[in-house]
């Protein structure tokens, strides 16, 4: 008998968070819930802990080529018509997979859910809310405001559409969201909590900026034939971070970030339009203004 739903989890040396994840997945109750784990052979104590679930859940531990690979194989490993990936680290809010459920079956003509979800901490505590927003693919360009965790698709979707690149290291998910809206898959949002997504300076978002915002950059020049100028600014702006230059050293971190989004400008769009040179143009001004304004004040 096909399981209603399946879920897989791709997971690495992530043996102090997993527990929390397979019990979020288990815990809902859901009857004849297909669960996944891909583990990239980790030497933790994660399989030691998957063990224990092993009579309620399936899994393999074995080296594979990163996060996109390992996702891929658990996706061959299942049939449900309903899938959801959650990562090792995260976790879904209680209800989410019966509602996720109900929705799909009240609305036949969607192949992709999302709701909301928290950025959490490593103690589970909520750091603040994932910022989602109603579908709309012209937006998804400029913001991602799918949280993967909360995300969810039928099986049709991979029949239609394929995988997720597995060339990709940091933005899959990013990705495979905006190749679903262009081939012409149906979106709707379903608002109400369904996942927890972990925030932690060892996250790969968190501790690569610049090279997740440079591989977004090249992955949307790849997909929409050029950069939207809101991931130009952005890629600037984890720059300089990068580069140490604080925020508050006014006007140095303004020149900075100008300099570096028109720079990002030519590197992936070949040149900045006319919209990003206002921008950058306005950037200057007002910094320029704001500093000369400083001077003048007494005590200058």
């Known amino acids: 008998m096909t399981a209603p739903l399946s879920v897989v989890t791709p997971s690495f040396a992530q043996g102090r968070f997993i527990e929390r994840t397979i019990r979020s997945v288990l815990d809902q109750g859901i009857p004849g819930l297909d669960y996944v784990v891909v583990d990239g052979g980790s030497t933790d104590d994660t399989v030691a802990i998957l063990r224990r679930y092993q009579d309620r859940l399936r899994f393999v531990s074995e080296r594979d080529d990163g996060q996109a690979h390992a996702v891929n194989k658990g996706l061959a490993m299942t049939d449900a018509p309903v899938i959801g990936w959650l990562n090792s680290d995260d976790t879904y809010a209680p209800g989410a997979l019966a509602a996720v459920l109900a929705f799909f079956e009240a609305h036949p003509e969607v192949d992709v859910v999302y709701g909301l979800a928290h950025h959490i901490d490593e103690r589970d505590g909520v750091i603040e809310d994932y910022y989602t927003e109603a579908w709309n693919f012209e937006r998804l360009q400029e913001v991602c405001f799918l949280c993967q965790p909360a995300v969810f698709f039928r099986r049709r979707v991979i029949d239609r559409f394929g995988a997720l690149d ?76 990068d580069r140490g230059i604080a925020r508050d050293d006014q006007p140095r971190f303004t020149y900075a970030v100008a300099w570096a989004t028109l720079r990002a400008a030519v590197r992936w769009n070949h040149w900045p339009g006319r919209p990003l040179l206002a921008l950058t143009s306005g950037w200057l001004r007002g910094a320029v203004s704001a500093s000369l304004a400083a001077r003048r004040r007494p005590g200058a």
């Open 166 to 241: 597995a060339g990709l290291r940091y933005c899959m998910d990013y990705e495979y969201w905006i190749r679903l809206a262009q081939g012409g898959a149906v979106f709707a949002l379903l608002p109400r909590l369904l996942a927890g997504s972990r925030l932690y300076a060892e996250t790969k978002t968190l501790g690569a900026r610049v090279k997740v915002h440079a591989e977004i950059n090249t992955m949307l020049k790849r997909r929409l034939g050029r950069v939207p100028d809101r991931w130009l600014a952005n890629y600037a702006h984890a720059l300089i971070d």
